[in-house]
């Protein structure tokens, strides 16, 4: 069997040989082999969904958004496409995870960062 740093870096020679950046094209196919990598069957295994709906504030002018992925309450993927610059993203990220779990606590957040390519 292998370790889960095995499986990572697996994962991540798949990654660099197959997922060029493309958010809308390859998104899901991404998120399924990550989870595949941390132990688990696949993305929709652990009962997350892709592109859900979050709906948006009327002050944003409602209507409804789409959060690349999320599994309620444990984490909110926002994917974009490579080179994007992400801290100006983070505000939708967040807006996104607080209208989907109102009730979790509020924790400082996460810095986005870009993972370095290898």
Do not use: N
Not at 38 to 47: R, T
Not at 48 to 62: C, I, L, Q, S, Y
Not at 89 to 105: C, E, I, K, N, S
């Amino acid at each position: 069997m292998s370790s889960p740093t095995d499986k990572l870096a697996a994962f991540t020679a798949w990654a660099k040989a197959h997922i060029s950046g493309d958010e809308k094209g390859q998104a899901q196919i991404f998120l399924d082999h990550l989870f595949i990598a941390f132990g688990h069957a696949g993305s929709l295994d652990v009962c997350g969904e892709p592109e859900f709906r979050v709906r948006k504030a009327t002050e944003d002018g409602g209507g409804t958004s789409f959060a690349d992925y999320v599994w309620k309450p444990v984490v909110l993927i926002e994917m974009k496409k490579r080179g994007t610059v992400l801290s100006k993203h983070y505000r939708q990220a967040f807006d996104y995870w607080t209208r989907l779990v109102p009730g979790r606590p509020l924790r400082r957040p996460l810095q986005l960062r870009r993972v370095p390519r290898l």
